[in-house]
């Protein structure tokens, strides 16, 4: 570990990246801890791949808690530009320096240009402003599912991600003094392209286990009952076993384990599991496929693998 590293707070080895993780609830496993603390060492962007749910977001939320840095979040989605993403100019301001130039008469063509194309009406977006200088060190920047970007911007996003630069005309090179921390997520509604991984370290984010699950939902909802944290990770586990069109998200284990113990829920029962189910899944066709036949059988099964007696 370098001294410029101790003073920026970033962990010197994987064990201490898998502490540091831990400190703000987040349970990683020694392979993303490896990849994450490799990124932080390396400096280099953060490629985080999986289906919808499972923690990818959250890793940027948590680096950013643990290294006291700013997050700087870029959502992602069709159509995203370079005005929404990067920067655009202030045209109602630049209008009125114009007509107040004209009004005072003999303004310098080449002076006025210079004057309306500078910082004061720069409007910096999320990829700009990661690259200013902060206090407390370089932020963190999320650029949350890249996946539902169109292709254009993703190759616009090669520069940024090369050299930590951005190139406007008008204005000139923006240089990063320090780069930003980057974390890129996709849940993989389409293929990003080879140009794009090559500048990343790449990881999978996968469904947890059983075990790690139920550490999570201990450590994120401490007021579940034992047995009732239990039986949800083993029936949520049985039922990513399932053909569903959208296997639920350890996001989704969270949120029914909360609302479970907000109904004041000790075990599951075929009742209660089939009155909120809506909270477990999402689509209509995914909850109708589960009857109360088919929900009692599941039941039974996570009960067997939760440790208790069928």
Known sequence: MTEDDTKAGLPGSIDETVTLLSSSNYVADRSLATVVYLSLKLGRPLFLEGEAGVGKTEVAKVLARVLGRNLIRLQCYEGLDVSQAVYEWNYAGQMIEIRLAEAIGGA???????????????????????????????????????????????????????????SIPEFGTVRAAEPPIVVITSNRTREIHDALRRRCLYHWVDYPSAERELEIVRLKVPGAAERLAAEVVAFVQALRGDELYKAPGVSETLDWAQALTELDAVALDPETIADTLGVLLKYQDDIARLGQSRIRAMLDEARVAAGEHP
């Open 108 to 166: 310098d063509r080449d002076q006025l240009s210079h004057d309306i194309f500078n910082e004061r009406f720069l409007i910096k977006r999320p990829l700009l402003e990661a690259l200013e200088p902060a206090i407390g060190g370089a932020p963190v920047l999320l650029i949350d599912e890249l996946d539902r970007a169109d292709e254009a911007f993703e190759a616009f996003l090669l520069e940024v991600l090369s050299d930590f630069q951005i």
